[in-house]
């Protein structure tokens, strides 16, 4: 049975983390394992090499485009005795919002919660392997993870009020590994500083992904976090994607789900 809440009923430590024999040395290697993410499945050493093995996670803290951030402190256990926290190159927040269906939502801000905030491989594994899957959520909920300079994942913060983002459509089925797919290509620095953030709603005939840009003006890097979009999602190239700006959707003066539920292009994936 789906459960309401983000967290699972048991820690799946099978998703995040493992102890492996190096072959020949009898030396045993701590390792964080992705079985949808980094490298379809394989293993990527929790250690300063992963930016440079994976391509995926970059552990530079310089940034210029945030303000600056200050670790996290929220969740900082490391993986099998491993002491030493491997940051990211910036810090992230998840939140979460959730609605019973059928029921109006008059402030959609009143409702997110913060789940925590993580600033190292570590601590993002750590969070990421006891939330719930998008597939066991139920409708209507929002998974949101955004800079932590963003101080409230919402159009009008003003990190986000002069941006807006591309919105991916899906059938169901599909959501669990893209979600994946996404969140690390966001805080691994696939999309440098152009993303703020990104949204995954789940709803009842379908989940909905959202990527959400700094500048809706720059068309230039629009057009390029879409070219990146396609790629980390491996969506094929007639894949149709629709973008919003922020103020738009202000003008419109309807809700989040509103705007996510009633675009003219309607996507449905297939993985094959």
Known sequence: ???NGYFSNHSQQARGASTVVTPGSGSQTTTLISPMGIGRGKMVPA??????RSGRLSLSLATDKFPADKPSTTISTAPLGDKTPHPLRST????????????????YEDGIRKIASFGSVESFWSIWTHLQLPSRLTPTTDYLLFHSGVKRPVWEDPLNITGGKWIIRLRKGFADRMWEDLVIAVIGDQFD?????CVLSVRT????????????NDQR?????????MKVLNLPA???????SNNDSLH?????????????????????
């Open 92 to 107: 992230w927040v998840f939140w979460f919002h959730h609605r019973p269906p059928g029921n109006k939502v008059t402030n």
């Open 221 to 229: 890097a629009i057009d390029g976090i879409k070219a990146t979009i």
């Open 47 to 52: 250690l300063a090499s992963v930016a440079r």
């Open 193 to 197: 500083d152009e993303v703020c953030g």
């Open 238 to 244: 007639s894949t149709i994607m629709e973008y919003k």
């Open 252 to 272: 419109d003066r309807g809700n989040f789900r509103h705007h996510l539920s009633t675009h003219q292009h309607h996507i449905h994936h297939d993985r094959t």
């Open 205 to 216: 005939g379908e989940d909905i992904m959202s990527v959400w840009t700094r500048d809706g």
């Open 1 to 3: 049975m789906a459960s």
